[in-house]
């Protein structure tokens, strides 16, 4: 009786607020250490937003990847060998401008790279609203997709 969507978006609101109370905590730990967000209290609940949106996509392809995978040792291999480059190939560790060429082109394509941007410009620089919207759109586009592969493989794994 219950749907594979709302089972998957149950997982996605559990997360997600165990996700956020770990951001506010971190962004608590900052402001006791001096860091100032340039944008305040509205730029704390934009950082939720875009770590939310990250979120949602990201567990949903881990769900998706779960449902499609035979065993946890499979799961956790691929998690494993996936996580480092998509972490190298965003704007984690070095400015766009400052990539090679094919690494820039990569990065452009990783959806991380928008939610790092996006929230250090909201602490660090201020509100680019053109920016922000178009980072929720490609994070919000990103997350249909994904949840949309979720469920999709989880219907496949409940018919065989």
């Keep these: 009786p219950i749907t594979p969507s709302s089972i998957i978006a149950s997982r996605i609101f559990f997360v997600l607020g165990l996700t956020s109370a770990q951001s506010l905590a971190v962004l608590l730990i900052a402001e006791l250490i001096g860091v100032r967000l340039a944008t305040g209290i509205l730029g704390i609940v934009l950082i939720l937003l875009m770590g939310l949106l990250l979120g949602i996509g990201i567990?949903?392809?881990?769900?998706?990847?779960?449902?499609?995978?035979s065993g946890?040792?499979?799961?956790?291999?691929?998690i494993g060998f996936v996580t480092l480059p998509i972490i190298f190939?965003?704007?984690?560790?070095?400015?766009?401008q400052e990539m090679p060429g094919w690494l820039q082109s990569i990065a452009m394509l990783n959806p991380l790279t928008?939610?790092?941007e996006a929230v250090r410009s909201l602490v660090l620089a201020?509100?680019?609203?053109?920016?922000?919207?178009?980072?929720?759109?490609?994070?919000?586009l990103f997350d249909i997709v994904m949840f949309s592969v979720a469920v999709y493989a989880m219907r496949r794994a409940i018919e065989l």
């Design 59 to 69: 567990l949903s392809l881990s769900m998706a990847l779960a449902f499609t995978l």
């Design 114 to 116: 928008y939610a790092i």
């Design 126 to 140: 201020g509100f680019y609203w053109g920016f922000m919207i178009f980072t929720t759109l490609v994070l919000g």
């Design 89 to 96: 190939a965003s704007t984690a560790f070095a400015p766009i």
């Design 72 to 78: 946890h040792g499979q799961f956790f291999s691929i």
